[in-house]
């Protein structure tokens, strides 16, 4: 045996007895129990097309086994088939598996052998490449690349003798001349015959002069035949192409798989040839409309060319084939976001990928942003938390888990968040102006200031340099450099004139600055952009106002307020019409326009606070009172209603119920100076005697005193020490008074009480 | 778009999640050899490699150990390199580490007291005598300023970097040394990587992803090897320039200095990634001759440079030269280059069982030794990838490292099952020394980002002989010096070496294995000077102490 294994002849002969032996009839499937089992392969990596096309050669392959009569050739063909997509997608054990079943399955067929020698000579299993390479041959007498193929397997296998005599077959292919006079080079080098060598080299060098392989060998070949000078010159050459000889079969593989519709889909889409790519998705579902990925390729690609529609109604499809695909969800929400904005439908997609795929990034993210737009930040937040605990490096997640927290004035988080962002993205404009927000917000205006100025001086796009400017302008205000913050509000304005944020800011910066005509005009043009924007109108109003134009302010607001159908714009417009008929002295028109806005906006609580001045103003307190109420129900915070409620109690002599007033506001906020004063003044000095209560109102006033040690204070603690019977303290307070009053340079008739009051202390009366 | 991506990617971006056997042979000859014991012996270290998500291509590189008896009580201790921060932060604190072996099998840190906790980026190490004042020093490869430790003799070091007029900056991954100028004293040679700024650190994208991923070396201009020749009294001069190694700016991993053609003047060989390794013939006047391609030593058989890391020599076929050894990356497959004499090497791996084995690999340290004691070399082969996510099918970050057992006649076998069953690893830089005086070879193996592996040899067949020499000039350690073990079943020969593997130096004594029943005729040791020793029939199971002859 041993002397026959010398001969490539006799490795054909054995390969022959071999196949006759199971390839007489062809197995009958009772012995597919035989069949190597393919592994389990984690194909979650994978993009859905290559998944696809395994998946679907395995289901073939499936389906084939449970049928009760099939061909054995055909279910090699299907094993094959996934041998082939395996081996192209490099997944060796697979292709093996499948391969070797193929062969197994139909040994007559020339392909399965052909592929798992190659298969296993290039994962160097030397042995089983020499045997399923014999068993090609025998196939296929005389195939070129089979016998290159063996020759090398052989060489490796340290058989040089058979080695050499593949390569001399191979050697009258005209195709595979270069790489068999390499081979034989080779196999005499191996076998210490340096000069032989020399020969076959030269001759394959002739042929294919760019490969670095012959030249290499060639060399060692000139240097071992004692040519060291020739060796040297070989070396200097340094060519760097490869030995090429053709292999059809293997290079099959990627035309084959190259020429599927999927893969051509996936070529034109990488290529940004997207049309071409959806018509090759479309005829790779058409082929196989059960198919989920290929539907979602084709979604994803429709919704990149702007068909929503149709991307929807794929992507809809795909999910109703394979519910349990969480990515296929992640691509319908994608596409419903498209079409249709972030709606709750959208939130609902999402929701439905994140159930699948709890840990799919995609879905956290999607599901993020969706419930951003819907305004439910803190839940949106929870999602990006998940993204980016499960993708530390997700920058992406972090930018968008930073903008949020920014919108719950998170901004410590948002900053930390949004600082490992920027690591990432260092010149991204959007990380940039957001990071640069976040360090505005957390007090680092002169850090915020440095990084917008580098997304100003940046290639960022119109709008991010616009935001720019727009925080710029804002951090330099808080840093109390108005004027530069103003030329930031107008760059910023300028770069975005239908953009409201801008413009609204340099109007208010205009006002600020006194430059109120200007402000008018700039708001103007945000009225031009969104002519329902009540709050500009307003503010246009009173711009104007300020700049001296009222009659101009109320004929555009009385106009906009006749145009005007909603009862909360018309409160509003009619709110700011009626202060400014209240500037211009019209008290009468203002009343009544306020009746109509506290008819409109009932619990508009400046809607009444407003009417009930201006009906106190003409004196009718009762009904003021009452608006006055109505504030307090509304907000019981509200500290000037209280306090002008409790004027009007006492203006109308009701003294108890402006007390007790004053009471319940001093109670709510003890630290308000007006109402503690207000609260002190009715306890000392009330006309109504059963009001007064001057040891209740010493605290209060000592408080006040030592809140802010006034003249005025002075005296209310003299008062109340007075009122209690305690004369020497109150002669020490009075003085104390008097005294301050001097040097605070109070009006002589203020002081002239102060001291009649210190002379009548005195007199303990 | 998750999927959109070039067109490329189907056959970059496939690979698997399930970990496969690496492609070597199942059955065993014999039981385990190797048994991790590093938790039981005291030595606790883990590798710090600094990445931090920059992807910055040192962090890939791992770092070395040295075996040395830095206290001379005859017990090999352990000293190993750590990285830490990157960009490097010396303040950081990450500091290599000696633990002292206090001869029960177990190792004590003596980092602080022994002043060698050195706390630069550290890379590879050697340890031999610089100033021939008997005590053995480290020299650091370091990424940032190499350092010379010199043994003061009581049990400490100081850093005399400086004073000797040593200390590259840049990139330095391995330094090997010996009497290239035969003057009596060592000489060292320090291989270096690439220029690398951190600064400057240019983008490079996953090609699956886009995203930020480790740089091609190619990316890089390759930095210059430096060749330092001794002065004596702890002095060098850079020779690099006056020995003809100007050129010498490959990518360099892996260095070793030993004597390939016979005639006692030390070469130099370089294992450089993505650049051709260096083979540089020693003329015998102070200066070297390129002899990289010619000798076909340089590239693959193919004719392309590797992606070489780590190196090692030895007689593997039996004929009394050193054969060469480079790990590569994987599909290269590591290379054997069969010395067939006068500096002509042949590509032997292929058909000798040494490359096949490392297909799916990516090999780093390397170490010849006799494992399992039948009388033959065997070799070690420390695996892991250098990204996290390599794109071929059946390649992983963690590999498993190759046991590849030799036959005297330069074939082998790989014997996955007489390693330590523990999973798949990144191994880096490794070293042999029989730190239990035993009489087998232990190994130190240093992972990138892991805890170093001490493993034990519990070979209980065959015999074994031990040789520790003594020079009587500088060259304390007799480094260079080779011996021939002759027996009745052939010769083996061994070369001591100071620096080889990848960023690592091994125990300096020489060890032979012998198989059962096999009968020593005698020991030959030729000493670096040129003086011969013979040691007629020398006894079996014990280490010799040779001086050399006056």
Redesign the interface.
């Known amino acids: 045996m041993k002397q026959e294994l010398r001969s490539i002849r006799a490795l054909v002969v054995l390969a022959c007895l071999a196949s006759a032996s199971f390839s007489a009839s062809g197995p009958a499937l009772a012995e597919l129990a035989e069949l190597v089992p393919l592994p389990e392969?984690?194909l979650?990596?994978?993009?859905?097309?290559?998944r696809a096309v395994l998946e679907s050669a395995r289901k073939r392959i499936d389906e084939l086994s449970r049928a009760d009569a099939v061909e054995p050739a055909r279910l090699a063909e299907a094993y094959g088939n996934l041998g082939r997509a395996a081996l192209?997608?490099?997944?060796?054990?697979l292709a093996r598996a499948s391969l070797s079943n193929a062969a197994t399955l139909d040994p007559g067929e020339f392909r399965w052998h052909y592929y798992l020698g190659s298969h296993d000579h290039d994962?160097?299993?030397?042995p089983e490449a020499r045997a399923s390479l014999a068993r090609a041959l025998v196939l296929r007498p005389g195939d070129g690349a089979t016998l290159i193929r063996l020759g090398r397997v052989l060489?490796?296998?340290?058989e040089p003798d058979r080695a050499a005599e593949a390569f001399e077959s191979a050697r009258a292919k005209t195709q595979w001349v270069a790489a068999a006079l390499y081979g034989l080079g080779r196999c005499a080098a191996q076998r210490g015959e340096p000069e032989v060598a020399v020969g076959f080299f030269e001759q394959a060098r002739e042929l294919q002069p760019e490969a670095?392989?012959?030249?290499?060998?060639l060399?060692?070949a000139y240097?071992?035949a004692g040519k060291?000078d020739a060796?040297?010159a070989e070396?200097a050459v340094r060519p760097g192409g490869?030995?090429i000889f053709p292999d059809p079969l293997v290079e099959s593989l990627g035309l084959e798989?190259a020429n599927s519709a999927v893969?051509r889909g996936?070529?034109a889409?990488?290529?940004g040839r997207l049309e071409e790519a959806a018509r090759e998705y479309r005829k790779a579902v058409e082929g196989d409309p059960e198919n989920s990925a290929f539907r979602q390729?084709l979604g994803?690609v429709l919704v990149?060319l702007g068909d929503k529609d149709g991307a929807v109604r794929e992507l809809q499809e795909a999910a109703r084939l394979d519910p349990g695909d969480a990515?296929v969800r992640v691509s319908l929400g994608r596409a419903l976001a498209q079409r249709d904005g972030f709606t709750t439908e959208v939130a609902e997609q999402f929701e439905a990928a994140r159930e699948v795929g709890p840990d799919l990034k995609?879905a956290r993210i999607g599901l993020g942003q969706a419930l951003s737009r819907l305004g439910r930040f803190a839940e949106a937040v929870a999602e990006f938390e998940v993204a980016v605990r499960a993708d530390p490096?997700d920058a992406a997640g972090r930018l968008l888990l930073g903008e949020t927290l920014l919108l719950l004035n998170r901004n410590e988080q948002a900053l930390e968040q949004l600082a490992l962002a920027v690591e990432s993205f260092p010149d991204r404009p959007q990380a940039l102006v957001n990071y640069g927000i976040a360090l505005s917000r957390t007090g680092n205006a002169e850090g915020a200031a440095e990084v917008l100025r580098k997304v100003i001086d940046g290639d960022a796009s119109t709008r991010q340099k616009s935001l720019a400017h727009l925080e710029l302008a804002e951090t330099l205000d808080r840093l109390g450099d108005s004027a530069t913050a103003l030329l930031h509000y107008r760059s910023a304005a300028d770069l975005l004139p239908e953009y409201k944020p801008p413009q609204l800011g340099l109007a208010r910066a205009l006002n600020r600055a006194g430059r109120h005509g200007e402000a008018a005009e700039t708001y103007a043009l945000v009225l031009l952009v969104d002519p329902d924007d009540v709050g500009a109108l307003g503010e246009r109003a009173r711009s104007l106002a300020a700049a001296g134009r009222v009659d101009l302010a109320v004929t555009e607001l009385a106009r906009a307020r006749s145009t005007l159908v909603e009862p909360s714009a018309r409160a509003e417009i009619g709110l700011t019409l009626a202060g400014l008929r209240q500037t211009a002295g019209q008290h009468q028109e203002a009343a009544e326009l306020l009746l109509e806005v506290v008819a409109e906006a009932p619990d508009s609580k400046d809607a009444h606070f407003n009417l009930a001045v201006e009906l106190g103003r003409q004196g009718n307190h009762d009904a003021a009172i009452g608006h006055l109420k109505r504030v307090v129900e509304i907000d019981p915070e509200d500290v000037e209603a209280r306090l002008v409620l409790a004027q009007l109690w006492a203006g109308g002599g009701r003294f108890a119920e402006a007390r007790s007033t004053l009471e319940v506001a001093h109670g709510r906020l003890p630290e308000n100076l007006p109402v503690a004063r207000a609260l002190a003044y009715i306890l000392v000095g009330s006309p109504d005697r059963a009001v007064r209560d001057p040891e209740a109102a010493l605290p209060v006033a000592r408080r006040l005193y030592e809140a802010r040690p006034a003249a005025e204070h002075a005296a209310l603690v003299a008062a109340a020490l007075a009122g209690s019977k305690r004369l020497e303290e109150a002669v020490e307070w009075q003085t104390r008074a008097v005294s301050e009053a001097e040097a605070e340079k109070l009006p002589e008739r203020q002081l002239e009480l102060m001291r009649k009051d210190l002379a009548r202390y005195k007199q303990g009366t | 778009?998750?999927?959109?991506?070039?067109?490329r990617?189907?056959?970059l971006?496939?690979?698997?999640?399930?970990q496969?056997a690496a492609?070597v042979a199942d059955d065993c000859t014999g039981p385990q050899l190797l048994f991790e014991v590093a938790e039981s012996s005291g030595i606790e270290f883990f590798h710090d490699r600094g990445a931090t998500?920059g992807k910055y291509n040192p962090e890939t590189m791992g770092s070395g150990v040295a075996w040395l008896d830095y206290d001379g009580d005859g017990w090999l201790d352990a000293y190993l390199v750590q990285s830490g921060p990157f960009p490097p932060d010396r303040s950081a604190g990450a500091a290599n580490r000696l633990f002292r072996n206090l001869g029960d099998g177990r190792f004590e840190d003596v980092t602080t007291r022994s002043g060698s906790g050195d706390t630069g980026y550290g890379q590879g190490v050697v340890a031999a005598d610089f100033d021939g004042d008997g005590f053995t020093d480290l020299y650091l490869a370091n990424y940032g300023g190499d350092r010379l430790l010199v043994n003061r003799g009581d049990g400490t070091f100081e850093d005399r970097t400086r004073d000797a007029g040593l200390g590259a900056d840049g990139w330095s991954s391995s330094a090997a040394l010996a009497d290239v100028d035969r003057d009596g004293d060592l000489d060292l040679y320090v291989a270096r990587y690439v220029e690398h700024d951190p600064a400057a650190e240019p983008f490079c994208a996953n090609p699956d992803t886009g995203?930020r991923w480790y740089c091609d070396p190619s990316v890089f201009e390759g930095a210059s090897d430096l060749l330092y020749r001794n002065l004596g009294h702890g002095k060098f001069e850079d020779a690099t320039q006056a020995s003809g190694l100007g050129g010498a700016d490959g990518k360099g991993m892996g260095v070793l200095m030993v004597d390939l053609n016979g005639d006692r003047w030390v070469d130099i060989y370089v294992a450089n990634d993505m650049t051709w390794n260096f083979l540089f013939v020693n003329r015998g006047d102070g200066t070297f001759e390129d002899s990289s391609?010619?000798s076909?030593a340089a590239?693959s058989?193919?004719?392309?440079p590797e992606a070489g890391m780590g190196v090692a020599a030895g007689d593997v076929d039996g004929d009394g030269d050193a054969d060469l050894a480079v790990t590569n990356y994987d599909v290269q497959?590591n290379t054997l280059y069969r010395n067939?004499g006068d500096f002509?090497f042949?590509d032997a791996s292929?058909?000798s069982g040494f490359?096949?084995p490392s297909?799916n690999m990516v090999g780093f340290g390397l170490a010849l030794a006799d494992f399992d004691r039948d009388g033959h070399l065997d070799a070690y082969v420390a695996n892991g990838h250098t990204v996290e996510t390599p794109s071929?099918?059946?390649v992983f970050y963690r590999q498993p490292d190759l046991l590849l057992l030799g036959n005297g006649r330069g074939g082998f076998t790989s014997e996955p099952c007489r390693l330590p069953p523990e999973g798949p690893t990144v191994s880096r830089g490794i070293a042999t020394a029989d730190y239990d005086s035993d009489g087998d070879a232990d190994m130190a193996v240093q992972r990138s980002g892991g805890a170093l592996a001490l493993l034990r040899n519990q070979a209980d067949v065959g015999s074994w002989l031990g040789l520790q020499l003594s020079g009587r000039g500088a060259n304390t350690g007799g480094v260079g010096a080779r011996a021939e073990l002759v027996t009745d079943r052939g010769s083996q020969v061994r070369w001591a070496l100071a620096g080889d593997s990848y960023q690592s130096s091994s125990d300096p004594r020489f060890l032979f294995g012998l198989a059962a029943g096999t009968s020593v005729k005698q020991l030959l040791v030729d000493w670096p000077g040129g003086r011969r020793q013979l040691l007629p029939a020398p006894e079996l199971g014990r280490y010799y102490h040779l001086v050399e002859p006056e």
């Open positions: 392969v984690e979650g990596t994978y993009d859905p097309e290559v192209f997608y490099l997944q060796g054990e994962e160097r299993r030397l060489l490796l296998l340290d670095a392989e012959i030249r290499q060998q060399a060692m240097r071992d060291p060796a040297r070396l490869e030995l798989f893969y996936l070529a889409q990488s290529a390729a994803d990149t990515m995609e490096d | 778009m998750r999927w959109l991506r070039s067109a990617w189907a056959l971006s496939a690979f698997f999640l399930v496969s492609v998500g995203e391609l010619l076909g590239v058989r193919e004719g392309m497959t067939d002509r042949e292929a058909g490359g096949v297909f071929r099918a059946n």
